[in-house]
């Protein structure tokens, strides 16, 4: 059963779709917001426009249920937020919250709707041992994972194995850094962790760095397969910043201090080009100096548009994988990244 | 139109097209699958379910092949829930058992408006009883004996409970019975359909029952949650009824519960007054004969409750 992200993207698009949609339609919508992990905030759609009274049973039910899971998600990311800070009381070193939960805490859009209680924390390289005994301590442990995983996050990752609260299940992800170790860019953590903002009891990235990391992981570190979800946050992030002129500039100017201009580049050509999110004629300059020779970017645009565009299919099939492996080129040298792949590999077929 | 007045023609271009869509307990549900052994137990074991023609549906279920070259050698079954495919595929000969544990999964993990309990519920007389209990505690075979003498079967697995009334909404599907139950029930019920021979995942054998005609028929008919039986077989012992405390059992039902967080504040109070309105008990047993003699004395009011009834 093939489908497309079509109708999905149009009534992310253009939310007052919605109200019209037919009861088929309806469900192609659902069935591809689940799949891109957005059903969440097509729900928080739903109730704000107050549609969900006249839909049918079956589809309020849908949305009902879905609505009760978002809600739990929020509640857990914020007792998680709660119980960590509780962990992290007196680590000498700031911590910081990033992506969903750091959403989550600064009340911003992209916090409406989501449908996971993992949080992700960053910590200075040096603060690291203090803050994994913190989590021992008050209950977390790690994920019971190979000694080769366990390698190859302590040594090449810019993460520790996810740790879970043996109590609550609730997972943590330690980062010392928002890329690889090993990765052809390494933003220096110092900057990210001295110019972040207060958000309730936590600390998370300021705007702009909080953009250029979501724009990094989506472009540079992440696979970009079922990405769609990322991208709509992106947008989400960029619409709610992007009101203030001044933000834009900063944003530059930041993304050339932690050198992730290319990352930034596509991030804002294809939110524009997939969600139609207004980018500054400002940033012109800006995204010429940054963008990739032609023959890159068209190939990219193949790419990207086959990814985020289909859910499924072929042709969806062959693009993910493409990007899986440029993911991981700009992740390590290639040698390294050989022998990490063909393990990978041997593994997979031995499990 | 119910899936029985479907002909073997129709059933097969449904599956295997754009789906089978059938009302099951409060879920439409497009069941689609390739295998004929798939075909074939729906037709037998869900023979009284509504199939539903007017649009929608809560979730797609499917039991499909995997790839190419498994169709040759050693085939393979694997279920997915509206195309996502969250088990190891199981060998073919497996794939009815491989529908039931799917549509376990989705009922149990998607996201639902219901309160879902891990339990069998029967019902007379509009009133339910709940059995929690965890697997090896006999309650699949409790509840089929039950449902074969007198009790309607609501659901072997799940209790789904309304939030807005606080009714247990019925989900009559098959009852798994594993190792010695199959043939405890072949003995007190022999026209029983027990359809074809299937092992749990450690290798149990293991036969799913056709649910009562009469039970499938009374699908929409909802049932006030009564009693709260938590019940135990233990080899060799006395049957011994003992009541137990609204608030231990609460403890327990929410143990049991499978989504009780999703709800909130709102799945708690639900629970605590369902156990309000409820009378609790636990039940040791060896003897069927003898259990079944509880529950008739607790369906006629001869059970009196020490922490007495709330429910009027």
């Given at each position: 059963m093939s489908r497309d992200y079509e109708r999905l993207l149009e009534v992310i698009k253009s939310p007052e779709r919605l109200s019209v949609l037919s009861e088929t339609e309806w469900d192609d919508v659902l069935v591809a917001a689940r799949q891109a992990r957005l059903s969440g905030r097509v729900v928080a759609e739903v109730a704000r426009q107050g549609i969900e009274d006249r839909a049918p049973a079956w589809l309020r039910d849908r949305l009902s249920g879905t609505r009760a899971f978002a809600g739990e998600c929020e509640r857990s990311v914020r007792w998680e937020i709660n119980r960590i800070s509780r962990a992290f009381l007196t680590l000498p070193h700031r911590w910081v919250l990033l992506k969903g939960a750091a959403y989550v805490a600064a009340d911003l859009?992209?916090?409406?709707?989501?449908l996971v209680a993992d949080v992700d924390v960053l910590v200075p390289h040096e603060g690291l041992k203090d803050a994994e005994s913190a989590l021992t301590e008050h209950g977390w442990a790690f994920v019971a994972i190979e000694d080769y995983d366990d390698r190859y996050y302590r040594e090449w990752m810019h993460e520790l194995p996810p740790m879970a609260h043996s109590r609550r299940g609730a997972v943590i992800d330690l980062h010392h850094a928002i890329l690889p170790r090993t990765s052809r860019i390494t933003p220096d953590t110092r900057i990210l962790l001295e110019r972040a903002v207060r958000a309730g009891d936590a600390f998370v990235l300021c705007p702009t760095h909080m953009v250029l990391h979501a724009a990094v992981h989506l472009f540079?570190?992440?696979?970009?397969?079922?990405?769609l979800r990322d991208l709509v946050d992106l947008d989400a992030l960029l619409r709610h910043f992007g009101q203030d002129p001044a933000f834009w500039t900063t944003l530059a100017k930041d993304a050339r201090e932690l050198g992730v201009g290319r990352p930034l580049y596509y991030s804002l050509r294809y939110t524009h080009r997939v969600l139609g999110t207004p980018i500054p004629g400002s940033m012109d300059a800006a995204m010429k100096e940054w963008a990739p020779p032609a023959p890159v970017r068209a190939l990219m645009d193949v790419l990207v548009g086959n990814t985020l565009g289909r859910g499924e299919g072929a042709s969806a099939r062959f693009s993910a994988i493409a990007l899986y492996v440029r993911s991981h080129w700009l992740r390590m040298p290639p040698l390294m990244l050989m022998r990490h792949l063909t393990r990978k590999f041997v593994m997979r077929k031995g499990a | 139109m119910i899936v029985r007045d479907l002909s073997a023609a129709q059933l097969r271009t449904a599956l295997t097209g754009d789906g089978l869509r059938m009302q099951i307990g409060p879920f439409v549900v497009r069941l689609r699958s390739t295998f004929s052994s798939v075909r074939d137990y729906i037709a037998s074991h869900y023979a009284f379910f509504p199939v539903v023609e007017s649009p929608g549906l809560h979730f797609t279920a499917e039991v499909r092949r995997t790839g190419f070259w498994r169709t040759l050698v050693r085939p393979q079954a694997t279920f997915g829930a509206d195309s996502r495919f969250p088990f190891t595929p199981l060998p073919a000969r497996l794939a009815p058992g491989l529908l039931e544990w799917g549509l376990n999964w989705c009922v149990g993990r998607l996201p639902h408006p219901w309160l879902l309990l891990h339990s069998a519920v029967i019902e007379r007389g509009g009133r339910a009883a709940l059995l929690p209990a965890p697997p090896g505690s006999g309650k699949s075979t409790l509840c089929a004996a039950l449902a074969f003498s007198g009790w309607r079967l609501l659901s072997d697995e799940f209790a789904i409970v309304d939030p807005q009334s606080g009714d247990v909404v019925p989900i009559p599907r098959p009852i798994a019975l594993k190792r010695q139950s199959i043939d405890v029930m072949r003995v007190r019920v022999p026209d029983i359909n027990l359809g074809p021979a299937l092992e749990d995942n450690e290798g149990n054998p293991a036969r799913y029952v056709a649910p009562p005609s009469s039970a499938v028929e009374r699908l929409h008919e909802r049932a006030r949650p009564a009693w709260v039986v938590v019940p135990k077989w233990q080899a060799g012992s006395a049957t011994i009824l003992e009541p137990d405390s609204r608030a231990r059992t609460l403890f327990h039902l929410a143990d049991s519960s499978f989504n009780l967080n999703t709800h909130g504040k709102a799945g708690f109070t639900l629970l605590a007054d369902l156990v309000d309105e409820a009378s609790c008990y636990k039940l040791t047993y060896s003897n069927l004969d003898e259990a079944l003699a509880v529950f008739d004395r607790l369906a006629r009011g001869e059970v009196i409750h020490p922490e007495g009834a709330n429910a009027s």
């Open positions: 859009p992209p916090a409406r709707g989501r540079h570190d992440g696979e970009i397969a079922g990405a | -």
